[in-house]
């Protein structure tokens, strides 16, 4: 019998520094381990991402999971959504995606 889902995923916006709590079936990517702090959003090309970290454009390929399938720790790129007050991304035709850290799965964080 497989146990039952978590409930609530907090994660914390790398880059933006803000917290967001998303539900167990948000679709989220796993992300090569040489991205670490980029400058700003990721990008997706097919099946690649691509990201500006200390100034150089990086490649990397990524891995779609639920975020049910992550544990607390765990880095992953999450699908751009405007904020309050944020209006729609200005370049519609590519994909932006944020690195966040998992920093709690149903209010329990990451074991030391």
């Given at each position: 019998?497989r146990?039952?889902l ?8 790398v880059?933006r520094?803000r917290?967001?709590?998303?539900a167990?079936?948000e679709?989220?990517l ?5 991205l670490f702090?980029?400058?700003?959003p990721?990008?997706m090309?097919?099946s690649?991402?691509?990201?500006v ?11 779609p999971?639920?975020?049910a ?6 880095r992953v790129l999450?699908q ?9 991304p200005?370049?519609l ?6 690195l966040?850290e998992?920093e709690?799965?149903?209010?329990i964080?990451?074991?030391q």
């Amino acid at each position: 019998m497989r146990p039952p889902l978590p409930r609530t995923f907090r994660l914390r916006d790398v880059v933006r520094e803000r917290v967001v709590d998303l539900a167990p079936d948000e679709v989220v990517l796993r992300v090569p381990y040489d991205l670490f702090r980029p400058d700003g959003p990721a990008q997706m090309h097919g099946s690649l991402v691509q990201w500006v970290e200390g100034g150089l454009l990086r490649t990397g390929r990524v891995a779609p999971v639920q975020l049910a399938d992550t544990h607390a720790g765990e880095r992953v790129l999450v699908q751009d959504a405007p904020g309050p007050g944020e209006g729609p991304p200005e370049d519609l035709s590519s994909e932006r995606w944020w690195l966040c850290e998992v920093e709690a799965v149903d209010g329990i964080a990451q074991e030391q």
